[in-house]
Antibody, heavy 119, light 107 residues
């Protein structure tokens, strides 16, 4: 069974940094693309970033480009999202999701981790 | 950026009735369109990909169709567990984009 487990969320001040992790199991991690998708409280879904299975290509939403960095460690079956210069509008539940790179629908999703940016 | 527009925002349906949800893309996305269901406090779940292919384990009452840039998710007979928010998503172009969602509520 494919499982994705996010961690690392919490309360951070504006301008601060945070790194999210997503531990994957139940599939050959290096063969699949991965994405981060976020959902602000009471709002819809927003794709944040994606990375190819070998880590060779990455993509970002304009809203996070230059502030967030996606990476992966295939030896640890773990996906990361390094978030810098955080803003109040980055407050959201962050989900990791598995994709077939090039066919970028999301299946499955992790349970999410909440990031709150506030002073 | 491709803008995905879903309608209606809220759909009031009685159990057992048919529900039709719409999603329009601002430009062609071919058949690179997925549908998700999200219940309160839960992560989204993939229902449909390729505009019309049901994901593994999704009941046959869920179906998807496409006509140009217009996409439709049909639930043939709403069950109590189907009352949720539904999102469409295009994966034809970067950035990947979602519609704003349609909430199916009990009438």
């Amino acid at each position: 069974e494919v499982q994705l487990l996010e961690s690392g969320g919490g309360l951070v001040q504006p301008g601060g940094s945070l790194t999210l992790s997503c531990a994957a199991s139940g599939f050959t991690f290096s063969r699949y693309g991965m994405s981060w998708v976020r959902q602000a409280p009471g709002k819809g879904l927003e794709w944040v970033s994606a990375i190819r299975g070998d880590g060779g290509s990455t993509y970002y939403a304009d809203s996070v480009k230059g502030r967030f960095t996606i990476s992966r460690d295939n030896s640890k079956n773990t996906l990361y999202l390094h978030m810098n210069s955080l803003r109040a509008e980055d407050t959201a539940v962050y989900y990791c999701a598995k994709t077939i790179f090039g066919k970028n629908w999301f299946d499955p999703w992790g349970q999410g981790t909440l990031v709150t940016v506030s002073s | 950026e491709i803008v995905m527009t879903q309608s209606p925002a809220t759909l009031s349906v009685s159990p057992g009735e048919r529900a039709t949800l719409s999603c329009r893309a601002s430009q062609s996305v071919s058949s690179n369109l997925a549908w998700y269901q999200q219940k309160p406090g839960q992560a989204p779940r993939l229902l449909i990909y390729g505009a019309s292919t049901r994901a593994t384990g999704i009941p046959a009452r869920f179906s998807g169709s496409a006509s140009g840039t217009e996409f439709t998710l049909t639930i043939s007979s709403l069950q109590s567990e189907d009352f949720a928010v539904y999102y469409c998503q295009q994966y034809n172009n970067w950035p990947l984009t979602f519609g704003g969602g349609t909430k199916a509520e009990i009438k």
